[in-house]
């Protein structure tokens, strides 16, 4: 999941911002001494190095119990659609099957209406099957997008309490972060306090 900080000069802030957390921890004494430094070596176009924080995506996907209530449910509905297919399948096959048997003895204006039957069948079941794959897939679209927009909107709230002025997303693989010390990590907290606010919304 993105976040629009995650937009803002991906592998750029992250080297930066990495630079700048190592030249703060070198000499401490040298900080007093250049104070002109210390604002340029704790800066990362214009933030404070300590107003930007990351959240771990796929820790936060991993405990939020909003997100696992959510998979469990689409994955429900993706069975029962499957199972519903599987179903109209079995009952279609066992019809075809059924009128070869009787083919042989049927007359030929018979065959060829239930031929032309089972053909329409056969076309509305085809159809049938990608509606309901399309349906999921809205389902899911649909989903996702909730999902987003309630960690945006807690985030937006939560950094302001926080006075982070920037919340970037880390995730394996798939980051502008390269580097983040532990200490920027927020995911816990916010794993916490959006698992709090989805209890109370449940009652």
Not at 4 to 20: C, N, Q, V, Y
Not at 76 to 84: E, N, P, T, V
Not at 164 to 190: C, E, F, H, P, R
Request: with cysteine; proline share 1%; charged share 25%.
């Amino acid at each position: 999941m993105k976040t629009p900080a995650s937009m803002i000069s991906k592998i750029t802030l992250g080297l930066l911002l990495a630079g700048s957390l190592a030249a703060c921890n070198q000499n401490k004494s040298a900080d007093k001494a250049a104070p002109a430094t210390t604002t340029a070596a704790t800066t990362v176009n214009g933030v404070k190095a300590e107003e930007i924080v990351f959240v771990n995506s796929d820790s936060l996907l991993t405990k939020y119990d909003y997100f696992k209530d959510m998979s469990s449910r689409l994955e429900k509905k993706g069975k029962q659609a499957q199972a519903d297919l599987v179903s109209k399948g079995q009952a279609f096959q066992r019809e075809v099957a059924e009128y070869q048997k009787a083919a042989a003895t049927m007359p030929a204006d018979q065959r060829q209406t239930t031929e032309q039957r089972l053909q329409r069948k056969q076309q509305e079941l085809q159809a049938y099957q990608q509606n309901a794959g399309a349906q999921v897939q809205n389902e899911q679209a649909g989903e996702q997008a909730k999902l987003y927009e309630k960690v945006a909107e807690f985030l937006k709230v939560y950094a302001k309490d926080k006075g982070y002025k920037m919340v970037m997303t880390y995730q394996k693989g798939n980051s502008g972060i390269l580097y983040g010390d532990a200490s920027l990590d927020i995911t816990s907290d916010v794993v916490k306090k959006l698992n709090e606010a989805y209890a109370k919304d449940k009652k």
